[in-house]
């Protein structure tokens, strides 16, 4: 027996969207012609510039799910926004800069307003009154107003129906580039990107300072970038701390060459790598000075477009615990040993070897992966990747830096750097280059300018969502920048278009509760980008542990066709603001849309879902989950009639659903009584399949009773033995 749902927030959009169509239409051409009699509604004699298509709008209320506020700036005559029916309603438009406003276009719906006024603010507070009407005639309505803005408002007062009020289309016209002019892209990459050239003297001495100071501030506020300009570098070892992250400005990774090592270790934490986070290498080749290169990390430590010429050692010196890990897009030469390593996912590589495997390692796409051959040994091996695309990263061209954006690839096999790389390379003009201090009112002014966003190492507090609206756009941070919403909003926000790239940020949750911290896509989204999707590629998601921290759901992808390629989203275990109230954040990620795909995912320690699946044809290569360590007692947990919430829970009415190499781990330290009925929960459907799942208690903290649903063995006692199906149904 299922548990009731309805307390989840589910953010599924309706089976379909009421549109009204020609009849509307030819009724309101007609009124737009007798509106031509009307005085202060005649068409403007020069043509301005439509400045609010697939701006940011806000509202005092929307009637449904689907007639939201975004309908009223999407160009789409077949669809609106309507309110709640009452008095008074308003909807809110960000320009995203100040700019003198010259025309405001109405395209009623039947529900009109009769009496209303049109408000003009520079700074979303202080309103002036640019025109108002109590005989509003509805159909279309074209006002000639003047005024310098930023927000534009429409405040309605009375209806002239029993209805909310209804718009197809508010639009609002003028000249871009107001007071505070243009912003501008390009400039300089701030004080934490430290870019060396074979010739910079004692970069020896700069690392290591740097590591002093990262090694063990696992909640602290540097933030740095080291790039490597392409060239030869004898001797180094480059010890990576927190919140650190090092590059070659190569096109390829062999441009830039280090005669030595790129380290993660973990004498920091005597030996133990668990808490090895927020690190990170790319696109450089190293020469191993032992022959093999240690890369000891756990979660949010990517190791991408990498050619290691040796071996790769992914535990720490002396064997110590560690649970990582993730490898994409990368050459190594010798032979990959894991040795300690639980746990790890290398994505369409190149390998001389694999090592060993403790519970669960996967790889899709690699030459040179080991055979299938789960649970003994644990290798989950898949020949391609079904679709992915490499992460943006930036490079230099010449004496110019460059982002480059890889091309989407499908069945993919090894790296992708094998000759010309193939893909879009954008200069650095056309991103909004942001520094500490940049307010989010900025960010976006810049994104609805048409720049891309490039965040330098540092920590962005914002009082109002990010919101990414143009398709193509491309959202890149350098070295582990963070940002975190002020007040309870959600820090960012993605519009229902094409291709955009999110890559190389943290989202650090506020003390004050926000109903989702990432949200890609509206409710209710249903485009299709399969021919060129977005990608969300190391996002990592955090509540709690370097302070108060309150999310209700972390991330939510509404957009079809959406890949998520490397995220780490946890509710933090240990740390400041920890505690099973303090830091409360019921759900970590939650996919609507439909063809979502996930490669390497990792959520850790909710409340309750870690992951719930509500769209179709979803699919996942290998997923990482911890149960939440503090559940105080089983009462807590419980889920209806079922003993805890699921690690990843696909909803009864998906039809088509499938998952490769995952496993749910719990250690309830507080209670070790507390039994958990499974990590997986799943419809029972010819469509719905898992292949390679386990579960795992901690030392006895805690038990599962199955592995998904009903089936698979429990966990045994303080054995730490994972319970294993190989295939479900």
């Keep these: 027996m299922h548990a009731p749902l309805s307390a989840v927030p589910v953010f599924r959009r309706p089976a379909s969207v009421r549109r009204r169509g020609i009849a509307a239409s030819v009724a309101a051409t007609l009124v737009a012609s007798l509106l031509m009699l009307i005085p202060g509604t005649t068409a ?133 580039g107001g007071p505070g002019g243009p912003i501008q892209g390009g400039g300089d990459l701030g004080p934490n990107v430290k870019v060396f050239d074979p010739a910079t003297p004692n970069i020896q001495g700069t690392l290591d300072q740097i590591f002093r100071q990262q090694e063990s501030a696992q909640f602290g506020t540097g933030r740095y970038q080291l790039l490597f300009k392409p060239g030869t570098y004898n001797n180094l070892n480059a010890q990576l701390g927190f919140y650190t992250s090092i590059s070659g400005l190569g096109l390829k990774p062999d441009d830039t060459n280090i005669n030595g090592d790129v380290t993660v270790d973990a004498g920091w934490f005597n030996g133990n790598a668990t808490q090895n986070f927020w690190r990170s290498a790319e696109n450089l080749a190293l020469n191993p000075v032992s022959g093999s290169n240690r890369w000891a990390v756990a979660q949010a430590a990517p190791f991408r477009r990498m050619h290691v010429k040796g071996g790769l050692n992914l535990a720490p010196n002396g064997y110590g615990w560690a649970s990582g890990g993730y490898i994409a897009d990368s050459k190594v030469d010798g032979t990959i040993t894991p040795y300690s390593q639980q746990q790890w996912y290398t994505r369409d590589s190149a390998i001389g070897g694999w090592g060993n495997g403790v519970w669960n390692m996967a790889f899709s796409g690699v030459e040179g992966a080991p055979a299938q051959s789960f649970p003994n040994p644990p290798y989950t091996t898949l020949n391609n990747t079904p679709t992915s695309r490499e992460k943006p990263f930036l490079y230099l061209d010449g004496n110019t830096y460059k982002v480059f954006v890889p091309a989407k690839r499908t069945n993919a096999r090894g790296v992708s750097w094998n000759g010309t790389p193939q893909g ?116 990592f998601i955090r509540i709690g542990g370097a302070g108060p921290g309150k999310a209700t759901t972390s991330m939510v992808v509404n957009s079809d066709d959406t890949i998520i390629d490397h995220t780490w989203i946890w509710r933090a275990d240990h740390g400041d603001g920890v505690g099973w109230e303090t830091n409360r954040a019921d759900y970590g990620l939650q996919v609507n849309g439909d063809d979502v795909l ?112 009903s089936t698979g063995s429990p966990t045994s006692g303080t054995s730490t033995v994972p319970s294993n199906v190989i295939n479900f149904p």
């Design 424 to 539: 879009e390379s954008l200069p650095l003009d056309q991103f909004y280059v942001v520094k500490p201090g940049a307010t989010a009112a900025t960010i976006n002014a810049a994104l609805a300018q048409g720049l891309h966003l490039l965040f330098t190492p540092g920590i962005y507090h914002v009082d109002q969502s990010i919101n990414v609206n143009r398709a193509n756009t491309v959202v890149l941070g350098l070295g582990y920048a963070t940002i975190i919403p002020d007040n309870g909003v959600t820090a960012m926000k993605v519009a229902d278009v094409d291709g955009v790239k999110l890559a190389g940020f943290l989202i650090d949750a506020g003390p004050v509760n926000s109903p989702t911290l990432l949200e890609v896509g509206p409710q209710n989204a249903s485009a299709d980008h399969s021919a060129n999707p977005t990608t969300v590629q190391d996002v």
């Design 598 to 709: 996930a490669t390497g995912l990792f959520v850790e320690h909710f409340n309750k879902y870690d992951v719930r699946w509500s769209g179709e044809r979803g699919r996942t290569i290998f997923f990482q989950n911890e149960k939440a360590y503090d559940a105080p007692n089983q009462a807590a947990i419980q889920n209806g009639s079922i003993q805890g919430y699921a690690g990843y829970k696909v909803d009864d009415s998906v039809v088509t659903h499938e998952g490769w190499a995952m496993g749910s781990y719990c250690n309830y330290t507080s209670d070790p009584n507390i039994r958990q009925e499974h990590g997986f929960q799943a419809p029972v459907k010819p469509g719905v399949k898992f292949h390679n799942i386990l579960v795992v208690s901690l030392g006895g903290m805690g038990q599962y009773n199955h592995v998904i649903n």
């Design 44 to 176: 403007a004699s020069a043509a301005p510039t439509l400045l609010s298509q697939g701006k940011p709008v806000t509202v005092s209320s929307t009637e449904n799910g689907g007639t939201p506020a975004a309908a009223a700036v999407d160009g789409d005559n077949g669809t609106r926004w309507s309110s709640a029916a009452a008095d008074p309603q308003w909807i809110r438009i960000d320009l995203g800069s100040t700019v003198a406003v010259s025309q405001v276009v109405l395209r009623w719906e039947t529900a009109y307003a009769k009496a209303y006024r049109i408000e003009l603010s520079t700074n979303g507070t202080t309103w002036t009154s640019a025109y108002s009407t109590t005989t509003g005639p509805g159909g279309n309505e074209t006002l000639n107003i003047s005024g310098d803005a930023r927000y534009v408002r429409l405040t309605g007062t009375t209806r002239a129906t029993q209805y909310g009020y209804s718009l197809w289309e508010f639009q609002v016209y003028g000249e871009s």
